[in-house]
């Protein structure tokens, strides 16, 4: 995604690194938490490259492009760290020893904490769980403050065990969206699974604020901000000003877009067009713009200015960079150079300037907020104990609205990525700028900290992508293959204080996505503060042993088990083999078809042989292909449910049969990826009505439904 870099020049830190003092630079590297080596596997060390680690230096502040600077960085790094008495930022969790940095302190030093609750302590035990401000005093007469952050000891465990549904929520059209998916749609879908279906949970793709362009990526994995959401998921006629709107001097122009909403709707549902996401947010903007032009009643206008004295500068900075991509573009990089500062005098003269635009904006983040906490609300009250599971991506992209006003906490010239592995041998660049583990130490993790905040006011659960990111980050040079990056180390310890500091306080359960590559202990430390796991079935083999699948007693308990996610094939598809035909149609095979079939083919085979050593997969009595079909999805949720997970998660197209991923990593323009409508096994969408009418999917949720313990409350026909 980033632009070739040219070659350097000579002298440069690139050519540079080959001459520099290993150790030196591997000591220096280390005080940084910078990796000089990884491990692809167990038994295999890696050496990152020196140039790697000398950029990476560099985007934390730190001068090692040459011999000299090394050392002299070296020798100022270690004097500082003799010098202070405490680190930026201290953790303690509740009822546990204390940190190390506070028994490190010299004798008779006196300490004072102010809490965030505005008490005064002479001591930091006995805290109330926040962030507060640590100060102590040396005899010497040395002083240092720190942020003290106190977090209980770990997050309260799911209520009961429970099953749910996993839904990419653009993709989950109805007879009323405007060509996607919507919060009314959400709301519906979490009413009928609550009260018709017993089920705990819905869980939906991130609804970060995307990137505007032509086209807008749709990749909800990449977004311009992942602090407040995208006002295109907003349903327009659940906005109460849409009744006055109707009735005022814009009101023939507004009742003509559901007309043509319904064309792009229909044009998906009925014609097989892909989502286009576009479209439907120019109709929505038109129609929100009528809307905002209705003065606010009383009570909405004292809530919405509630909402904006709780959002703060966040939110003008978020608007502001809104305002200014009308005008100048989405990529802020390219603005005038007096706008590239969110702090200069330009950026001020131009927000006044675009005042009415950034009103605008941020209503728009007001009546987005109030849908998400209102649907969250209603899966409450359909009976789910968690309700909805929102999704956090790993990070933003790099001209989006995050990166414009947090300019101080992303590592310029860096992206985030993954290292060569077995799945992949040239490594991953994902194009996100990581966050500097420094800034965020010496902040409080301030950002960290009202992004989850944010996210938690209409979450019951959170999905944390990438969980392993609060661990350490592959950053990949710009302009450098992923081959030429390194681990950078981030404060998991504070990472995961601040985690479970704001989802307590939230009541607010944590799913770490921990599917891959995990460095040893990173799954035990989670467990420990009560962050579950993600466990994917074909996954689940005994790795350490023969290799077969994993007994549904070896499970781990804290975990939400799936059959599938939205990076991998259906369920339908991966037992049918179509999804081993779809990468060789896309060209995206690394070995001959015959021998990728035979893989798949015995992979499968081994789980369905042990489904029916496991009486979990009856004979279907010589029945339709579709009804064996049926069976086997069926005995694969049987299987979840014999493990001790204590959330199963069922992929919703899995219910009717859908056989295409909403996303194949790997393609960009080859694939649809994050535009699919849910289908059935004839690739024909369908739309929410219809689909909870499917007896496939009653039939499939039965299974769930009739192990897991909840019954349905009320309304218990198909139609919901």
Same mark, same amino acid.
């Given at each position: 995604?980033?632009?070739?870099? $040219?070659?350097?020049? *000579?002298?440069? #830190? +690139?050519?540079?690194?080959?001459?520099?003092?290993?150790?030196?630079?591997?000591?220096?590297?280390?005080?940084?938490?910078?990796?000089?080596?990884?491990?692809?596997?167990?038994?295999? /060390?890696?050496?990152?490259?020196?140039?790697?680690?000398?950029?990476?230096?560099?985007?934390?502040?730190?001068?090692?492009?040459?011999?000299?600077?090394?050392?002299? *960085?070296?020798?100022?790094?270690?004097?500082?760290?003799?010098?202070?008495?405490?680190?930026?930022?201290?953790?303690?969790?509740?009822?546990?020893?204390? #940190?190390? /940095?506070?028994?490190?302190?010299?004798?008779?030093?006196?300490?004072?904490?102010?809490?965030?609750?505005?008490?005064?302590?002479?001591?930091?035990?006995?805290?109330?769980?926040?962030?507060?401000?640590?100060?102590?005093?040396? #005899?010497?007469?040395?002083?240092?403050?720190?942020?003290?952050?106190?977090?209980?000891?770990?997050?309260?465990?799911?209520?009961?065990?429970?099953?749910?549904?996993?839904?990419?929520?653009?993709?989950?059209?109805?007879?009323?969206?405007?060509?996607?998916?919507?919060?009314?749609?959400?709301?519906?879908?979490?009413?009928?699974?609550?009260?018709?279906?017993?089920?705990?949970?819905?869980?939906?793709?991130?609804?970060?604020?995307?990137?505007?362009?032509?086209?807008?990526?749709?990749?909800?994995?990449?977004?311009?901000?992942?602090?407040?959401? =995208?006002?295109?998921?907003?349903?327009?006629?659940?906005?109460?000003?849409?009744?006055?709107?109707?009735?005022?001097?814009?009101?023939?122009?507004?009742?003509?877009?559901?007309?043509?909403?319904?064309?792009?709707?229909?044009?998906?549902?009925?014609?097989? *067009?892909?989502?286009?996401?576009?479209?439907?947010?120019?109709?929505?903007?038109?129609?929100?713009?009528?809307?905002?032009?209705?003065?606010?009643?009383?009570?909405?206008?004292?809530?919405?200015?509630?909402?904006?004295?709780?959002?703060?500068?966040?939110?003008?900075?978020?608007?502001?960079?809104?305002?200014?991509?009308?005008?100048?573009?989405?990529?802020?990089?390219?603005?005038?150079?007096?706008?590239?500062?969110?702090?200069?005098?330009?950026?001020?003269?131009?927000?006044?300037?675009?005042?009415?635009?950034?009103?605008?904006?941020?209503?728009?983040?007001?009546?987005?907020?109030?849908?998400?906490? /209102?649907?969250?609300?209603?899966?409450?009250?359909?009976?789910?104990?968690?309700?909805?599971?929102?999704?956090?991506?790993?990070?933003?992209?790099?001209?989006?609205?995050?990166?414009?006003?947090?300019?101080?906490?992303?590592?310029?010239?860096?992206?985030?990525?993954?290292?060569?592995?077995?799945?992949?041998?040239?490594?991953?660049?994902?194009?996100?700028? $990581?966050?500097?583990?420094?800034?965020?130490?010496?902040?409080?993790?301030?950002?960290?900290?009202?992004?989850?905040?944010?996210?938690?006011?209409?979450?019951? +659960?959170?999905?944390?992508?990438?969980?392993?990111?609060?661990?350490?980050?592959?950053?990949?040079?710009?302009?450098?293959?992923?081959?030429?990056?390194?681990?950078?180390?981030?404060?998991?310890?504070?990472?995961? +204080?601040?985690?479970?500091?704001?989802?307590?306080?939230?009541?607010?359960?944590?799913?770490?996505? =921990?599917?891959?590559?995990?460095?040893?202990?990173?799954?035990?430390?989670?467990?420990?503060?009560?962050?579950?796991?993600?466990?994917?079935?074909?996954?689940?083999?005994?790795?350490?042993?023969?290799?077969?699948?994993?007994?549904?007693?070896?499970?781990? +308990? =804290?975990?939400?088990?799936?059959?599938?996610?939205?990076?991998?094939?259906?369920?339908?598809?991966?037992?049918?083999?179509?999804?081993?035909?779809?990468?060789?149609?896309?060209?995206?095979?690394?070995? $001959?078809?015959?021998?990728?079939?035979?893989?798949?083919?015995?992979?499968?085979?081994?789980?369905?042989?042990?489904?029916?050593?496991?009486?979990?997969?009856?004979?279907?009595?010589?029945?339709?292909?579709?009804?064996?079909?049926?069976?086997?999805?069926?005995?694969?949720?049987?299987?979840?449910?014999?493990?001790?997970?204590?959330?199963?998660?069922?992929?919703?197209?899995?219910?009717?049969?859908?056989?295409?991923?909403?996303?194949?990593?790997?393609?960009?323009?080859?694939?649809?990826?994050?535009?699919?409508?849910?289908?059935?096994?004839?690739?024909?969408?369908? #739309?929410?009505?219809?689909?909870?009418?499917?007896?496939?999917?009653?039939?499939?949720?039965?299974?769930?439904?009739?192990?897991?313990?909840?019954?349905?409350?009320?309304?218990?026909?198909?139609?919901?």
């Amino acid at each position: 995604m980033t632009a070739p870099r $040219p070659a350097e020049p *000579a002298g440069s #830190p +690139a050519s540079a690194s080959a001459a520099l003092p290993g150790e030196e630079l591997a000591r220096l590297a280390e005080l940084h938490g910078v990796a000089t080596s990884y491990r692809p596997s167990p038994d295999r /060390a890696v050496a990152a490259s020196a140039a790697a680690v000398v950029r990476a230096l560099g985007a934390l502040g730190v001068d090692a492009g040459t011999p000299e600077a090394v050392r002299a *960085a070296l020798a100022a790094e270690e004097r500082a760290r003799r010098q202070r008495l405490l680190p930026p930022t201290v953790v303690r969790w509740s009822g546990g020893p204390a #940190p190390d /940095a506070l028994t490190a302190l010299p004798p008779g030093t006196r300490l004072r904490v102010e809490t965030e609750q505005g008490e005064s302590h002479a001591q930091a035990d006995q805290l109330p769980p926040g962030v507060h401000r640590l100060t102590a005093t040396a #005899p010497d007469g040395r002083t240092a403050d720190a942020h003290l952050i106190v977090a209980p000891a770990r997050l309260p465990s799911p209520p009961g065990r429970s099953w749910g549904l996993l839904v990419q929520l653009y993709s989950l059209l109805s007879r009323r969206s405007w060509g996607m998916g919507d919060l009314g749609d959400l709301g519906e879908l979490t009413a009928w699974a609550g009260r018709a279906l017993g089920a705990g949970f819905v869980q939906v793709n991130p609804l970060h604020a995307a990137v505007p362009g032509a086209p807008t990526d749709p990749s909800p994995y990449r977004p311009s901000s992942r602090r407040f959401p =995208d006002p295109v998921h907003l349903r327009v006629e659940d906005v109460p000003e849409y009744a006055y709107a109707l009735g005022g001097p814009g009101g023939d122009r507004l009742r003509a877009l559901p007309e043509r909403a319904a064309r792009l709707r229909e044009a998906v549902l009925d014609k097989g *067009a892909l989502i286009d996401r576009d479209a439907v947010w120019e109709l929505k903007r038109e129609a929100l713009e009528l809307l905002c032009a209705v003065p606010l009643g009383p009570g909405r206008r004292a809530a919405y200015g509630d909402f904006l004295a709780e959002q703060g500068q966040a939110l003008e900075d978020h608007a502001t960079w809104c305002a200014l991509a009308e005008v100048y573009g989405p990529d802020w990089r390219s603005w005038p150079a007096g706008l590239r500062d969110p702090r200069s005098a330009e950026t001020a003269r131009a927000r006044t300037g675009l005042l009415h635009r950034v009103e605008f904006h941020s209503r728009l983040a007001w009546l987005t907020d109030s849908q998400l906490t /209102a649907a969250q609300r209603t899966a409450r009250e359909a009976g789910m104990p968690v309700g909805i599971v929102h999704d956090l991506a790993v990070g933003v992209h790099p001209c989006g609205a995050d990166a414009w006003a947090q300019q101080e906490y992303f590592a310029a010239g860096m992206s985030v990525g993954a290292p060569p592995d077995a799945f992949n041998a040239r490594g991953q660049d994902w194009g996100l700028p $990581p966050w500097r583990p420094d800034r965020l130490a010496a902040s409080g993790y301030a950002p960290y900290r009202s992004l989850l905040r944010a996210l938690f006011r209409y979450a019951g +659960a959170l999905r944390i992508d990438h969980v392993m990111g609060l661990f350490r980050l592959w950053w990949v040079p710009q302009g450098e293959p992923p081959t030429e990056g390194t681990y950078v180390r981030y404060d998991a310890e504070a990472m995961l +204080a601040i985690l479970v500091l704001e989802a307590s306080r939230a009541g607010a359960i944590v799913i770490g996505e =921990d599917l891959g590559t995990v460095e040893p202990g990173v799954r035990e430390r989670l467990r420990e503060r009560g962050v579950l796991g993600t466990s994917v079935l074909w996954f689940e083999r005994d790795w350490d042993g023969d290799g077969r699948p994993l007994p549904p007693e070896a499970w781990r +308990a =804290d975990c939400l088990a799936t059959a599938t996610t939205h990076d991998l094939p259906p369920t339908a598809a991966r037992l049918t083999g179509e999804h081993v035909d779809l990468r060789d149609r896309l060209g995206l095979l690394a070995r $001959p078809l015959a021998d990728e079939r035979a893989e798949a083919a015995a992979d499968t085979g081994e789980w369905l042989a042990y489904l029916s050593r496991l009486g979990l997969l009856p004979g279907t009595g010589g029945g339709s292909d579709q009804a064996s079909e049926e069976a086997e999805v069926q005995a694969v949720h049987r299987f979840l449910l014999r493990t001790p997970a204590r959330m199963i998660g069922l992929w919703l197209p899995d219910g009717i049969g859908d056989r295409r991923p909403q996303n194949l990593p790997g393609t960009w323009d080859q694939y649809p990826n994050w535009r699919l409508p849910i289908a059935d096994a004839q690739e024909r969408p369908v #739309p929410l009505e219809d689909l909870t009418a499917s007896p496939r999917l009653r039939a499939l949720t039965e299974v769930l439904r009739g192990e897991t313990g909840r019954t349905p409350r009320g309304v218990t026909d198909a139609a919901g």
